[in-house]
């Protein structure tokens, strides 16, 4: 479309998310139809969902049977049995049948995002007889964009490219053009190994077949695209340290926000109370020596955004299905190479930042600044590594008890490295500095 | 294929990162054609690349024939120049021309993820002559899956399906059936814009077209699948608190690995050494009551974890184009009533934790228990708030600035939060507690 055009329709999209229902029907009813078809196909479920609750019967009936049956099984997912039911009642039997079939997918199941029509030629047919067969397919506007070969038995033969057929001599048989290495899933596979899929083979569409290796439906990429765009949204809020969204951030309640995000927090808060116990244990150094207090944020802060840095690349990493199970020792091996460097880096920088206190505001750890700042390096060093190795371990561990990794959030990992960098800290204190207090 | 032999090659191509490069030639060269083929066009450029520069002149020249013309662009971005040049002569004039005039895109431009050879159709052709056409062009085996009318200036004017085509009458005129709707991006759009489009109108696929309008290449859905998994990936590598790697994690050394990490926690060490002067300033205060080190772990880590959760959720949305710069009021309220809320909640329970720390370890605080309790509460209530508005609203001065939000990492914002909340503390301690110690 023209450009102005094309960024007037972008606008609108991106509006949607701020717009009120009552305002979105409005607007929505003012649009020619080609535009009001354009929008509704951009929209996500929820969105659409939303749109045709706000309809009037005979409005939702004729704007269901535009949608394709996957986007129909998806919006009736959203709604409430009885609600879902009353809507299954305005499709006509055919689809009303499909959908139903549909909607006996979970979810997140690759039979969800399949769509049950698509264009199929026999393979004992000629290449004349299948672009007959294609001509009436195409009326019943199924799309051509890929078209299968299926026996009568409807098992999966092959793939058959439009460019071939038209290549090909009228007389010569289907069977020889079909290309036979057609990646396919089957109805139960989890969306994410779809999308999986789809960036391994680089695919734009895959046939879904069932255990009979029956045909059933194709999975096309504009679908997994949204899946994959979710998934990545649902990872990085749970990389946050919350459990994520159903909806987009501004959509969602306060209230929802809050429970999404409030449960974490507590888990967490409570976890560090662990290091009021371990420094309750050395009431002694912190009593005598009141200047270790001053470092604490320091020396944990390292070891939490160490921590943070391993666990995100080890969790994409499993996510992106490069890093699995059995690879934990290399992984191990590496962050154990990298913290340990990276650790004594930082120590050494600690230990400048003690010894250049003690000579621009002299004298304020007394004789010991030079045992403080040992303390501080070996500290830091310490807790950068153990950030490291724990942020890079505890993802192979959640994944072992088949946990979702993510769940090893950055924040996770600092709390756990927050007790133990304490204790690593205050016990070397306790070695080197207080010894020498008088 | 038949799932065993699917599945045979999915394991080939998990374990690819992991095998070294004498390895993968070996194995490459055992494969029978087909499989190679398939194999090749699933790896991604750094594979390619690296593949290629393992074969001789003689594969490498039919290989680089048998690649896409986008794919050979991204494999020669790869490489210095001298080589790249070198591999270039190895094309024949044709390609060597197209694939240099992609070579001239950045790597993240909408030009560089197109393929400059697609199927075309004339306005003026009768749907015979244009199906005779595409005859021609399915024998240099051009795809035919998405068919573009252009005038014989190239101006796009519409896309038309083969199944329209095929349903049409032999002397129907194409201009007739062309649909005119055709969302398209120019050759130097972002691609992390092209994915957005992509995700935003459900696209398989998506022309370029230049100043002029004229049509330049096609960028198919599977193309953007690995740019939005590309794009994801660093997204999140830059929220754990580093440089997004240019590798997968087990193919980047570990000095690669340093060098992506360092600098970032170097960075917040510095930022973070603000808290030790921020507490020196409380002298006082820690060295009469001692205690009061005990509970700045829990205090800061709460501001943190807030702060974490709010700005990977603005982050993420941002990425998705569902927040934009004007939307900062509206969040920072969402973030003031979530905030308040959970700050409140949390700091209830961290008063118990005193409460109940008296009780059981009875008298360690003295008589000041109740004292610390309420700094305590009113500490973590005001550092949750804070963490929320904090991590909210550093994206968008990021974004502001013209920075990527995505580097107001959670590990960032800890920092920020670490040393803000300590004044908080201690301040709330001096005015509540050290007017009662004798």
Redesign the interface.
């Known amino acids: ?1 023209e450009t102005e055009k ?1 960024e007037q329709f ?1 606008q609108t ?2 509006d949607w ?2 717009l009120e229902s009552e305002r979105r029907i409005e607007l929505f009813r003012a649009l020619p139809l ?1 535009e009001a078809e ?1 929008l509704i ?2 929209m996500n479920i929820n969105d659409q969902a939303e749109l045709l609750a706000t309809m009037n019967v005979s409005e939702r009936r004729s704007w269901l049977r535009y949608l394709d049956l996957d986007d129909i099984a998806d919006i009736l997912l959203e709604l409430p049995k009885e609600e879902a039911d009353e809507w299954l009642g305005l499709l006509d039997a055919r689809t009303h049948d499909k959908v139903s079939a549909l909607l006996a997918y979970a979810e997140d199941d690759a039979g969800g995002l399949m769509n049950p029509s698509f264009a199929r030629v026999r393979p004992t047919m000629t290449v004349e007889a299948a ?1 007959n067969y ?2 009436i ?3 019943e ?6 078209v299968y070969v299926l026996d009568s038995d409807q098992q999966l033969i092959g793939e058959v ?4 057929l ?2 090909a001599n009228n007389n010569d048989l289907i069977t020889e053009l079909a290309e ?5 899933c089957t109805e139960y596979m989890d969306q994410e190994e779809v ?1 999986t899929l ?7 569409a895959m046939p879904v077949v069932d255990v009979q290796g029956r045909m059933i439906g194709l999975i ?7 899946v ?2 979710e998934e ?2 649902e ?3 749970k ?4 459990e994520a ?1 159903d909806e ?3 959509r969602t309640s ?1 209230s929802e ?2 429970k999404k ?2 449960g ?3 888990m ?3 976890g ?2 662990l ?2 116990f371990a ?2 244990g050395f ?1 002694n150094e ?2 005598r020596v ?9 020396i ?3 070891g ?3 921590g ?2 391993a ?7 499993m996510a ?5 199970l059995r ?1 934990w020792f ?2 191990f091996k ?1 962050e154990l ?2 913290g340990t ?2 650790g004594l ?2 120590g050494v ?2 230990m400048m ?1 003690v010894l250049l ?1 003690e000579f621009f ?1 002299n004298g ?1 750890y007394g004789n010991l600044y030079l045992h403080l700042a040992y303390t501080i390096a070996i500290s ?1 060093a310490g807790v ?1 590594l153990l950030g490291c190795l724990a942020g890079s371990t505890l993802p192979f561990i959640l994944r072992l008890f088949r946990f979702d990794p993510a769940s090893a ?3 996770f990992v ?2 756990f490295v ?1 007790v133990t960098g ?1 204790l690593v800290y205050l016990t070397v204190a306790r070695l080197l500095i207080i010894p020498n207090v008088l």
Request: contains cysteine; charged residues 15%; negative net charge.
């Open positions: 479309m094309q972008e999209l991106r998310p701020r080609d354009n196909d951009c672009i294609l001509h397919q195409a009326q506007n199924i799309s051509l964009e890929h490219s439009l460019g071939a038209l290549a036979k290495d057609v990646v396919t999308g789809f960036s391994r083979f680089g695919l734009t096309t990429a504009d679908d997994v695209i949204d994959i765009q990545a949204t990872d990085v809020q990389y946050g340290g919350m969204l987009s951030y501004l306060i926000l809050i995000r409030v974490w927090l507590i967490l808060l409570i560090e109370m290091t009021t420094m309750a009431e912190l009593n009141w200047y270790l207090a001053i470092f604490i944020p320091l944990i802060s390292s939490g955004n160490s943070s840095q666990s995100t690349l080890v969790i994409r990493a992106m299905g490069e890093v699995k690879d290399q992984v590496r190479g990298a460097a990276m880096i930082l920088i600690g930042r206190g505001l304020v830091v950068v959030s950055a924040p600092a709390t927050d304490l």
